[in-house]
């Protein structure tokens, strides 16, 4: 790419990320309406299921807690699951630090409360891959990629709540979201490293897959982290 | 169901701000403040440490199948994995992946 002129690279960075962040509507459309749909058979009013979708805005944890909540489980236990559940993006949170840690207050509040799994994955492969780039870049580049996901998410619930019928099954719909994060993961698979990260956070995830409610997988991504720093210390050592 | 109706506002408000917090913490406690270079390092293998691991349980034992391994949803995650790597774009890996889904559980199905 072209070094840009001093003026356009915030609005360009956030275009950017509008372009780098179509391709989830993909997923945002069938699970938003999923969820409407779901959330209106468990028993919710419709500003109890929009409040969730738009309060929490988190598919995996909304899905959770209505599951449990269908069961009539203590909501103690409703609320340990679905945080739980979401505690992966403390990780996402302490890794943006270094990106945009230097960014004002309410930036990094409107970044965090859009942090999830796709604008969070989207955006640090981009800011790897670009170190040049300036914070405000980086935060335009974010919300740029939350745009096109982050407002379907909301209609499609409410789709959902209002049309209220099943999405067939020969759609795969649940394959759609593994995919997805295939997809985003192996392209930062640059390094002997990362590949020793990744194969131990399978390995790891699969063999606690029976621990309640990701905690398995909170186990497995540090393994993974703690795999990925010691590899590369070694391959480090032993160039010099 | 039968929780009260302020009940399931108090569930719903204590996620929404839970969440939050999760996301916030570290971001917006730490700021600009330097972080020990051992943190850096490991925080740099954060996407490859938690997307595989959220991923192979449910390409191993598909919810949709009741558990039981699928080879067409096997093969779509290969031909994902292996397109996103060789081009270096998940937009690739997405389209090919999803093609290669419909087309195995077609082929499966009309076996």
Aim: charged content about 10%; hydrophobic content about 60%; aromatic content about 10%.
């Amino acid at each position: 790419m072209t070094t840009s002129t001093v003026k356009a690279p915030a609005k360009s960075a956030y275009w950017a990320g509008v372009r780098d962040g179509s391709p989830f509507i993909l997923m945002a459309v069938p699970f938003a309406t999923l969820f409407g749909v779901v959330a209106t058979d468990a028993g919710l009013t419709v500003a109890q299921a929009m409040g969730f979708t738009v309060l929490v805005i988190a598919g995996a944890a909304q899905f959770a807690a209505v599951q449990m909540m269908m069961e009539d489980a203590g909501i103690a236990f409703v609320l340990l699951a679905a945080l739980a559940v979401n505690l992966r993006m403390a990780m996402y949170s302490a890794s943006l630090v270094p990106y945009l840690g230097a960014a004002p207050l309410w930036k990094r509040a409107l970044v965090a409360y859009l942090n999830f799994d796709q604008t969070y994955i989207t955006s640090v492969a981009r800011y790897e891959a670009r170190p040049e780039m300036s914070v405000q870049d980086r935060v335009s580049y974010f919300l740029g990629v939350a745009t096109p996901i982050t407002p379907l998410w909301f209609i499609m619930t409410l789709v959902g709540i209002m049309v209220g019928s099943a999405i067939p099954e020969a759609w795969a719909l649940d394959f759609i979201v593994p995919i997805m994060f295939l997809a985003m993961v192996s392209p930062m698979l640059k390094s002997l490293a990362h590949v020793a990260a990744a194969a131990v956070s399978m390995i790891v995830a699969l063999a606690l897959v029976g621990l309640p409610s990701g905690t398995g997988l909170l186990i497995a991504a540090g393994a993974a982290m703690v795999t990925g720093a010691l590899v590369e210390t070694w391959i480090e050592r032993r160039k010099a | 169901m039968t929780y009260s109706t302020f009940e399931i506002w108090l569930i719903i408000a204590i996620l929404g701000v839970g969440t939050f917090l999760i996301r916030f913490s570290f971001l917006g406690l730490i700021g600009d403040r330097p972080m020990p270079p051992i943190v850096l390092k490991l925080l740099r293998f954060t996407p490859v440490a938690v997307l595989p691991g959220m991923v192979a349980p449910l390409v191993l034992w598909p919810a949709a199948t009741g558990g039981v391994p699928d080879p067409a949803r096997m093969i779509a995650a290969i031909v994902t994995v292996a397109v996103g790597i060789r081009t270096r774009s998940a937009i690739w890996g997405i389209g090919a992946g999803i093609g290669t889904l419909y087309l195995a559980l077609w082929v499966f199905a009309i076996r």
